[in-house]
């Protein structure tokens, strides 16, 4: 067996190793806030979110190009491979280390700055491709800010459709409706973070010549897809306290505003082809909303906690990306 077969069957373990962690590290961005309002039970809720995440996995692939092509150029590395071992592995640790302190962190942050660092030590900054870098940025960046204002908007509106009714008639309804919302966040949620393990692959499988396009093919749809679902089957529960408990006190008519906004900005992005972080998405929604129903609710100490991890993602796996190359390869 060669050496690149045996580094790209690593590079493959590594990426679905990547999204079943992801799985259980973002189970919280779909049912934190159904979970702790009682609208599913934590184990059927974790079911519902691992099917609905297989599912929305396996119908989009416009990310998973992103992710492959817009960071570098798989076709101009030589050492392609080896980049992502030490890109995956950097994704991976940060992951489990902001797992284990429930820290609602990014895992596409975490993989698109482990990705920007090893190609950076690797291959040289000529080879990264800043403009792409900087487009997924962006989105990053943005789509906390839209998920906040949308959260804020929705639950204004709603506080103001049922002001007149009882709270305990409301949130009884509501609470129903969470159950819909859950599942519509879990589907959106595999559309995009899914997708990233699929570039990932797909990038690889470049680099070593097995393709010469970013089409995704179907096995490694089924294997991102199977991987994520597995991971969230078995549930992240500190980061669901976290989310679910810690920001503000949720009742159902909050988390369904909140899942219902953080979801639309989700798969507004996929439709665009841009990874983004569903932590963000859900965690920016849930502030927002707080906000609305009382600023003084939210917890603005642990809420800013969660942004300083938001901050120093990037640097902190591009830098142990780069010194995990350095040190393997």
């Known amino acids: 067996m060669d050496t690149s077969l045996i580094i790209i069957l ?38 519902l979110a691992a099917v609905m995440n297989f599912v929305g996995a396996m119908m989009f692939t416009g990310v998973a190009k992103t992710i492959g092509g817009s960071v570098a150029d798989p076709a101009k590395l030589d050492n392609g491979l080896e980049i992502l071992v030490a890109t995956l592995l950097a994704a991976i640790i940060w992951n489990l280390v902001t797992w284990w302190f429930g820290i609602p962190s990014s895992s596409s942050h975490a993989l698109i700055g482990a990705l920007a660092g090893a190609v950076f030590v690797g291959a040289g900054s000529e080879n990264l491709n800043w403009s792409g870098f900087t487009t997924i940025i962006e989105g990053l960046i943005f789509s906390p800010l839209i998920a906040f204002a949308i959260g804020y908007v929705v639950m204004m509106v709603l506080k103001w459709v049922f002001a007149k009714r009882s709270p305990h008639t409301v949130n009884k309804g509501f609470r129903s409706m969470q159950v819909i919302t859950a599942a519509i966040q879990a589907f959106t949620h595999g559309t995009n973070d899914a997708q990233k393990a699929m570039g990932i692959i797909t990038f690889a499988l470049v680099t070593a010549n097995y393709q010469d396009n ?50 639309s900005v989700i798969f507004g992005a996929t439709l665009f082809h841009l990874p983004v972080s569903t932590t963000h998405a859900i965690t920016s929604a849930i502030l927002g909303v707080g906000s609305a129903k009382r600023f003084s609710a939210v ?31």
Request: hydrophobic content about 60%; cysteine-free.
């Open 214 to 263: 970013m089409d995704v093919p179907l096995w490694v749809k089924i294997a991102a897809a199977t991987a994520m679902a597995l991971g969230t089957s078995i549930g992240g529960w500190k980061i669901i306290k976290t989310m679910g408990t810690k920001i503000f006190k949720i009742e159902p008519i909050n988390g369904f505003a909140a899942d219902l906004s953080a979801a």
């Open 10 to 47: 690593i590079v493959i373990f590594l990426a679905l190793a990547f999204d079943f962690i992801n799985g259980f590290h973002d189970t919280a961005n779909a049912i934190a806030t159904s979970v702790s309002t009682r609208a599913l039970k934590p184990r059927t809720a974790i079911m």
């Open 299 to 329: 917890k603005w100490g642990v809420a800013g906690r969660i942004v300083v991890a938001w901050v120093i993602t990037i640097p902190i796996v591009a830098v142990l990306a780069g010194l995990i190359y350095i040190i393997l390869f």
